[in-house]
């Protein structure tokens, strides 16, 4: 049976015809929009991320983390063309709406332009971080991009060069939207719309955390957004901005990276599932149907005599066996006196043993560390929305939220604890530490890496480890300052661990390989690729001697030296 077996990170629709998916587990599948039946299926070597119809719907354009845009036939999904001059992941590419050439928005900072042979037609480079979205304005030639590096650039396929350049006040900004009279919509980090005509700017407050995707269908009209507040926005475009036509919260099972517009008054959403789920905007009620929940797991740790793992599906693993279940994909697993802290993209706190609700947030949750303060036991949960939530363990069992902690300006990546010292990292690659004494901040580095810093981890007499997209381990010195270890990985590096001495330091990467790097020999001493999905957590277990790696293809793996 075909179905998806990780996240489905991206979803297209052609009229009431086809639904395409792009997902974590590699996966490109068409559907068929009236049944839901899988009609066919394609692959990439690593995560699929976006997918997008050609106009006349004879063709789909994938996006994935293995570098490479593909060209796929309909409805067969036949291989047709590779565009894979990219040096880092593709976030998105989209087709021109007149000509047989496609553009892709990359990681390495650039857009590039192909014609449906693959070859090479024309690359932008101007921008300094990742290109995360990419359109071509209607009736032209010209391309415009958004970064992390809080700017909109346009682009001109007949000069091959930048036309444009509009700063969004260093706030970054995922996704965009055309019309075809040209208007730009852009939605940011602060939650917010930007209307974009010309010269002119209008700010609309949309939402409660940063909007990640905009869907403009504009024969109707309409715009949609999607936040990490996990609700759904609908607006109708009008002359004079955009006017709120319909809100829904999104179900525990959305994504709200993705959705399409389908048929004459559906919606189209990516989930955390087997497959998408349905909305109708007009009867505003969404598809009620069961979508079977995949099986990869985000984070592993030792408990007591066993081990505890937890994922996609919320199911809370002792084992083999099941412990609890959350119903939200959870991100994370923290045992503290009692309790073990877990959540994810609900942006609720769960206790993982028995999976109560311990608190309720605005934004997904990414992390958690647990530490002693006053002779009280205390956890940190890192938030998408730069939070660091804060809850006191009074006895056993018992969880009281105590505040938050204004750690970064951004997505929270990892939170660790040494000696006196809290450590975050962050998606906009700084770095903070506090003192867990006084619960002030000590310093805030903004650039304390090249890329996005994906975790970290403490280890003894208050440094630190942690690693980045940048493909760098760095290891961060009492004095707070970094020393930067080249790493055998070829690819973006999720996760970090340290043995309890903290003289050996794991990474896992999202292509499934693990290496050790011993800090007394100051060289990397095992590199091993236990799957081809990627690793999601590492957790060092003392008894056993050897780190745990949890991966995205459901499994749990027994790294040793």
Partial sequence: MI?????????????????????????????????????????????ANQAVFSPDGKHVLTSSSDYTARLWSVPELRLEAVFNA???????????????????????????????????????????????????????????????????????????????????????????????????????????????????????????????????????????????????????????????????????????????????????????????????????????????????????VPHEDSTLAVGDAGVVWRGEDVQARTGSLCNFLTPVEGLVFSGGQLGRVFDALTGAEIHRHRSPLNCGVAFRRDGVQHVVVGAYTGEGLLFRIPEPGKAEFAGELPLHANAVKGVAVSGDLLFSVCADTSATWYRISTLEKVETIEQAHDRIANGCVGLAGGEFASVSRDLRLRI????RLPQVVETPHTHSVKCVSASDDGDLVATGAYNGRIAIYDRLASEWVSVQRPTTAGISSLAYHPDEKLFLASSYDGQVHRITV
């Fill in 3 to 47: 179905k998806h077996r990780g996240p489905i990170s991206g979803i297209a629709a052609w009229k009431d015809d086809y639904v395409l998916t792009a997902g974590y587990d590699n996966q490109v599948i068409l559907w068929d929009y009236r049944t839901k039946t899988a009609l066919a299926r394609s692959w990439h070597d690593h995560l």
């Fill in 476 to 479: 961060w010195s009492a004095s």
């Fill in 86 to 300: 990219q040096t880092d992941d593709v976030e998105m590419s989209v087709f021109h709406p007149e000509k047989e050439l496609v553009a892709t928005a990359s990681r390495d900072h650039n857009v590039r332009v192909y014609d449906f042979r693959g070859n090479l037609v024309a690359t932008f480079a101007g921008h300094t971080q990742d290109v995360i979205s990419v359109e071509w304005a209607k009736g032209t030639d010209e391309l415009i991009s958004s970064s992390d590096d809080g700017t909109i650039k346009r682009w001109s396929l007949e000069t091959g060069g930048l036309v444009g350049d509009l700063d969004m006040d260093g706030v970054e900004t995922d996704t965009i939207a055309i019309s075809t009279s040209g208007t730009i919509y852009a939605g940011n980090d602060d939650g917010e719309l930007i209307i974009i005509n010309g010269d002119g700017r209008d700010v609309v407050p949309a939402h409660d955390a940063g909007v990640k995707r905009l869907v403009l269908d504009a024969a109707r009209g309409l715009l949609v957004s999607l936040s990490y507040d996990r609700t759904m926005r609908l607006w109708e475009t009008v002359e004079s901005g955009l006017r709120p036509r319909g809100r829904a919260d999104l179900p525990s099972d959305v994504w709200p990276r993705s959705c399409a517009f389908a048929g004459d008054s559906s919606l189209v959403f990516a989930t955390f599932g087997a497959t998408y789920r349905s909305y109708d905007f007009q009867r505003e009620r969404w598809e009620t149907d069961e979508i079977a929940g995949t099986g990869g797991i985000n984070a592993v």
